[in-house]
Nanobody
Framework: QVQLVESGGGLVQPGGSLRLSCAAS????????MAWYRQAPGNQRELVAR???????NYADSVRGRFTISRDNAKKTVYLQMNSLKPEDTAVYYC??????WGQGTQVTVSS
């Protein structure tokens, strides 16, 4: 099992930015697909962005153009840069590895 530890959440005003980080354990990070999901109260968990081992990415329509997923294989870390944040981006954000390992989640709140 891969251990995932997220950081970087917090409270930000609408239009602001945050960068989430997810540090992974294990020696096969560079071979893993990594993703960020989010879950708002009363909603199902949804995919936000995914990055493949080769670097290709895909995004939910609601965040495309505002969020950027990236990875640093040397640091075994995946990032989610979130710009132009909206109140509807408020959720717990989860890191995911290989479509099966989950982090504990980090809260992102967008509010004035």
């Amino acid at each position: 099992q891969v251990q995932l530890v997220e950081s970087g959440g917090g409270l930000v005003q609408p239009g602001g930015s945050l960068r989430l980080s997810c540090a992974a354990s294990g020696s096969i990070f560079m071979l893993m697909s990594m993703a960020w999901y989010r879950q708002a109260p009363g909603n199902q968990r949804e995919l936000v962005a995914r990055i493949m081992p080769g670097g290709s990415t895909n995004y939910a329509d609601s965040v495309r153009g505002r969020f950027t997923i990236s990875r640093d294989n040397a640091k075994k870390t995946v990032y989610l840069q979130m710009n132009s944040l909206k109140p509807e981006d408020t959720a717990v954000y989860y890191c995911n590895a290989r479509d099966r390992d989950w982090g504990q989640g980090t809260q992102v709140t967008v509010s004035s």
